[in-house]
């Protein structure tokens, strides 16, 4: 993790989200946090649980793109899970264990990655030498006879550019300088197949699923296929070999789980839809169901994976929802206690709409002009365009439903849909996009309620 100030971290999160001061403080104090933590002896460390946060506003206000800038800022692991998608036991839905599960195989996968990207020097030399072996297989120790006499050696077609070195390393010279690119060989390759098994059961066995599906794919043989592919393909896949048998696998398991632990941020969205006293029927039972499942995951506990045991005790939690209906006290107390910092998120003005538009470095009005500049049209937009553009979704969002800064990409690709269309014929190919345009292309749209209703 790097070590930033919180100063730091709100200023990096102010490069891609506009306002929600409150917010960013609230994390980058949490993100410090463990930091600090980390200072400490081990006892202390084990005592300091993090401070789980839970981020309140309507959509598209930034509470996940904070969570997520959060986790690629420390470059820890991140997992995000909608709180809607679990169920106690007896009902429809994942066994909240699962998100421990989900976050573990995506560190482990990352790091298997990065493992092979550092062997790629070795990997490929290791595949160098296959492809040669291919190219010319290890001759016997002693020539073989027939009724003529000795068999002529087989002729690979490689001429003598370099007299008194063997052929093997006039091979590799030629490999190494790309001579041998377009010739076709025969390549065994391992077919990436696994057992079509499902287990559907309750809490718990998704686990055991797993496990079933790696032994009986452990018990089948390996597919391997022959194919002919060029020799550049074939340095490619082979490398792509060498680099996952070169990986350290017990290490990868052993360095995600530790990452997890003490670095790991699980985002849980949409938990007001979780929060309620079950007084109503129908599926609205399992609600507290949910919540009492999900408390000792966040309190702190030891959750089985097919890589080891994960301890959940220092994971940063940080629920985020609406609560237009529930309230953050309709959670149960216990939950509450778990969740002890709570920040309220602004809504979104034509002010922050202008600045969402042209400031953040993936700025919507940058991505538009990127797309376009690949047909080699040259779009720009005026200021007034803009401001234009953040008024008509203030006005949109509060005459039908409030979809804060995501408005804006209805508007965006309703405003340019023309231009994206005719883009490869276009003659014209530099357009100034001012405030008459925005007018022309979208008011017709929204003065006419039941069309911005399906449109934007």
Known sequence: MKDLKPKEIVIELDKYIIGQKDAKKSVAIALRNRWR??????????????????LIGPTGVGKTEIARRLANLTDSPFYKVEASKFTEVGYVGRDVESMIRDIVELTVNNLRLRQQDAVQEKAAKMAEERILDILLPPTAPKP??????????????????????????????????????????????????????????????EEMGINIKDMLGNFMPKNTKRRKVSVKEAMKILTQEEAAHLVDM?????????????????FIDEIDKIAGKGQSHGPEVSKEGVQRDLLPIVEGSSVPTKYGTVKTDHILFIASGAFHVSKPSDLIPELQGRFPIRVELTSLGAHEFTRILTEPKNALVLQYIALLRTEGVVISFTQDAVE??????????????NIGARRLHTLMEKLLEEILFEAPDMDEKTITIDAAFVTRQLMDIVENQDLSRYIL
Do not use: W, Y
């Open 144 to 205: 073989a006879f027939s009724a003529a006499g000795a068999v002529p050696p087989v002729d690979h077609g490689v001429s003598d550019p370099l007299p008194g070195v063997s052929t093997r390393e006039k091979l590799r010279t030629m490999l190494q300088n790309g001579k041998l690119d377009s010739r076709d060989i025969d390549l065994d390759v391992t077919a990436q197949t696994s057992p079509m098994v499902e287990i559907f059961s309750n809490t718990g066995m």
């Open 37 to 54: 933590r980390r200072q400490l002896d081990k006892d202390l460390q084990e005592e300091i649980a993090p401070k789980n946060i839970i």
């Open 250 to 266: 017990e290490k990868v398991k052993t360095e995600a789980i530790e990452l997890v632990e003490q670095s790991g941020i699980i």
């Open 388 to 401: 234009k553009i953040a008024d008509i979704a203030v006005e949109v969002n509060s005459t039908t439903e």
